[in-house]
C-alpha cells in the first residue's frame, strides 16, 4: 500500500507539529521553509557568548494538549519555569511586580524545539514557494513538487494570498486578514533595574528579557505594536536608535545601550482569526493552518498543526479536510 504524502509550506511550529505527527503516523512529509533553518518566530541567532532570541520571549499553555507536550519538554530539559515577578511600570513613575505563571522559557535554542517537532519529516531550506496548486507546490526556482496527497499552509496570511491565485475559495477567505507588526532588538546595557522580565508601561516598548545564555547584560526588547506600525518602513538603524532612547529614558539608563540586532516580525499578531483549527479546501486537497486560522499565540499555531494532522490520519484516503 503506498504511503500518503503531504507537502508543508513553513517550518514554523504549526507547519512542523503538523509535518511532526503526519509522519509518526508514516506519511512522507515534505517541509518548504524560504529561511536557512526551521523555527519562525521560535527561530534564534547566535552571538559570540551562546544564543538570543528575537521571537517569542515565552512559551505558556493555558490547556492539554500543549500542556503535555511543554511537561515533556521540562522533563526533556529544554524548558523552565519562568521564576519570580515580573517588573512592570518606568523609571519615573514607579515599579511593581506582576507574577508570571505558567510561562517557559527555553534552556536551548528554540529553534531545536521546532525542530524536534519535525520528527521524520524532510526539511528543505532556502526553498521559496511561490504557487499552490491542487496537490502541487511550485518553488521560486521552477521546481514542481507534484502528486501530494495534501498540501499544508503555514504561513501568515499576507504570504499565503500570493500563492494561492489557483485556489480562489482560499484566497478569498484571506484576502482582508491583517496582523500587527513588532520590531525587536537585542540590546545590551549595564545598570537599570534588578530583573529577568520587564514589562513596560509606556506606548513605545512593551516588555524587555534577559537572555542568559548570551553573555552579562544582553536582553531581548520588543516594541509596542504602535511603535512598528509608525516605524514600519523605518531603517533599522532608525528603529534601532529610536528604540534605544526610549530604552534609556524609561530605565534611567546613564550609559548609551548597544543595540546589536534588529528584525520586523511584519506578521506578528493577527488582529483576528477565522476560527476552527484549520481552513480547507477538500476538493482541491489544500489546507491553511497556523495562529491567522486559529487564534493568536505559540499554543494555538501548534495545536492547528497538531489538529490538522490528527484529523487527516484517522480521515485515511478520505482526506477530510
Known amino acids: 500500500m503506498a504511503r500518503h504524502r503531504a507537502g508543508i509550506v513553513g517550518a514554523g511550529i504549526a507547519g512542523a507539529s503538523c509535518a511532526g505527527t503526519l509522519a509518526a503516523a508514516g506519511w512522507e512529509v515534505d517541509v518548504f521553509e524560504k529561511e536557512n533553518g526551521a523555527g519562525g518566530r521560535l527561530s534564534s541567532l547566535r552571538t559570540e557568548q551562546g544564543w538570543a532570541t528575537l521571537g517569542s520571549p515565552f512559551i505558556s499553555a493555558r490547556r492539554d494538549p500543549f500542556r503535555s507536550q511543554l511537561r515533556d519538554w521540562v522533563r526533556q530539559g529544554w524548558l523552565v519555569p519562568v521564576r519570580g515577578d515580573v517588573l512592570q511600570g518606568r523609571a519615573n513613575l514607579s515599579w511593581s511586580q506582576a507574577p508570571l505563571q505558567n510561562h517557559y522559557r527555553p534552556t536551548i535554542e528554540p529553534s531545536q524545539l521546532v525542530r524536534q517537532l519535525l520528527g521524520e519529516a ?54 482582508g486578514m491583517r496582523y500587527r507588526p ?36 544582553l536582553w531581548a526588547v520588543h516594541s509596542s505594536h504602535e511603535f512598528a506600525e509608525t516605524y514600519l518602513e523605518a531603517s533599522v538603524e532608525e528603529a534601532g536608535t529610536r528604540a534605544a532612547s526610549a530604552l534609556m529614558g524609561l530605565l534611567g539608563l546613564p550609559w548609551p545601550v548597544e543595540v546589536e540586532a534588529t528584525h520586523l516580525w511584519r ?47 484517522q480521515a485515511k484516503s478520505e482526506l477530510a479536510i
Open 122 to 175: 524532510r526539511l528543505h531550506t532556502e526553498a521559496r514557494v511561490v504557487t499552490l496548486r491542487p496537490r502541487t507546490i511550485i518553488l521560486e526556482d521552477g521546481q514542481v513538487r507534484g502528486d501530494y496527497d495534501c498540501i499544508v499552509c503555514s504561513v501568515p496570511a499576507p504570504q499565503a494570498v500570493p500563492m494561492l491565485d489557483a485556489l480562489p475559495l482560499l484566497r478569498e477567505r484571506l484576502a
Open 182 to 217: 513588532i520590531w525587536s532588538f537585542l540590546m545590551r546595557w549595564e545598570g537599570g533595574p534588578a530583573a529577568d522580565v520587564i514589562k513596560f508601561d509606556d506606548h513605545l516598548l512593551d516588555l524587555a528579557v534577559r537572555q542568559t545564555a548570551g553573555g552579562p547584560g
Open 267 to 313: 506578521h506578528a499578531q493577527p488582529e483576528a482569526s477565522i476560527g476552527g483549527f484549520w481552513l480547507g479546501d477538500r476538493e482541491n486537497r489544500v489546507a491553511l493552518i497556523g495562529d491567522g486560522i486559529a487564534g493568536a499565540g505559540v499554543e494555538r499555531a501548534w495545536e492547528s498543526g497538531v489538529r490538522l494532522a490528527q484529523a487527516l490520519v
